[in-house]
């Protein structure tokens, strides 16, 4: 006889319908043999700035946000990129500021930062 299974404890305030209130994956992926990709592109660098700027403001965790590494995500020509569920918004950053205003607009507040869309045209 197996003991029964406890369902996970949804965070408080949630439906449990959703862990984290928002999710973000930065594609961190390195090609070799000079083949264009994100990590040529100062990923790293904005993947550790959201993340680090994501704690800061007290918004990481269960229910809140939740900052990942991704390998390719298939969009490496607009590189580097983002993409933030659930609303699947793809980014294309530059630099420290570009990550600051996606988390304090979009992280924070749910509202998208237009000017740093990926264009919708641009896969691999
Ligand atoms: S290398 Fe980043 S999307 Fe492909």
Redesign the pocket.
Known sequence: MTAPQTPDTAPAGSSGASYYERHIFF?L?Q?KGGED??ADHR?QEGFDRCKSQVKAAGLSGPGKVRVNKAG?????AA???AVVYPEAVWYTYVDANDIDEIVDSHLKNGKVVERLLTPVHLG?
Request: hydrophobic residues 20%; aromatic residues 0%.
């Open positions: 594609c992926n090609r990709c994100c990923a390719c995500l298939d969009r490496c590189g580097p990129v691999r």
